[in-house]
């Protein structure tokens, strides 16, 4: 157990639905990530949380919206998404920003959310 | 975490022996690079990290080397046991926190 968890574990959702993954972590920690894997691609950045401001979208489509309410959650909505869009989706937590110069970049990852859209 | 579909170069090794994993970046900007092992059925786990003012880095059983001269990054497992067996990858960090991350390389284990 890394001490992040992600809720569901396994998502089948249609096209028109609309959905939240939820992601939570007790550590402490003030940045937060959400993460794509696909099955044919490398890892993809998605958004990053510092202290609950965003601080990166690399260029998602705003099927996905993120929302990080307090340091601790963070959560990624999910509406109208597309058949591609099918991937293991992670969330991951560290100290501060992976990055920061000197700083406690170690990120802990959740277990991930599989999603199928139909 | 299952790669299902992806076409992952494999290295297979014996029990005891050590092994070694490189991944070339692209990025000459890049200033911080991680190395992660991600299991069956769980999330990436941080393995080790470096920085580019560095060029070597130990951890237990495991030893990052950095080469700016030609992007490449290799991590070395020491006396490789067969739970090391996952997909390991790197990621590399550059300018305004980008991260790019590798496809992986799978780690076979034999006893």
């Known amino acids: 157990e890394t001490g992040v968890t992600q809720t569901p574990r396994h998502l089948v959702m249609g096209m028109t639905n609309k959905k939240s993954l939820k992601c939570e972590q007790h550590l402490g920690h003030n940045a937060m990530y959400w993460y794509k894997q696909s099955a044919k691609k490398p890892l993809e950045l998605m958004f990053v949380y510092n202290f609950k401001e965003q601080t990166e979208n690399n260029s998602v489509p705003s099927r996905f919206s993120p929302e990080c309410p307090n340091s601790s959650h963070l959560f990624l909505h999910l509406h109208t998404l597309q058949p591609e869009d099918s991937a293991l989706y992670l969330c991951?937590?560290?100290?501060?920003?992976?990055?920061?110069?000197?700083?406690?970049?170690?990120?802990?990852f959740g277990p991930g959310t599989r999603l199928t859209v139909l | 975490g299952e790669s299902v579909g992806l076409h992952l170069p494999t290295l297979s090794v014996q029990e005891g022996d050590n092994s070694i994993i490189n991944c070339a970046y692209s990025?000459?900007?890049?200033?911080?690079f991680i190395w992660y092992k991600q299991e069956s059925g769980k999330g990436p786990q941080f393995i080790i990290d470096i920085r580019s003012n560095m060029d070597k880095r130990q951890g237990q059983r495991v030893t990052v080397l950095l080469n700016k001269t030609v992007k490449h990054l290799s991590l070395q497992i020491a006396a490789t046991q067969p739970g090391d067996s996952a997909v390991y990858f790197c990621?590399?960090?550059?300018?305004?926190?980008?991260?790019?991350f590798g496809s992986g390389t799978k780690l076979n284990v034999k006893p």
């Open positions: 990621a590399e960090v550059g300018d305004f926190n980008k991260f790019y």
């Open positions: 991951a937590s560290s100290q501060e920003p992976a990055g920061l110069a000197g700083g406690r970049n170690e990120q802990f």
């Open positions: 990025n000459s900007a890049s200033d911080y």
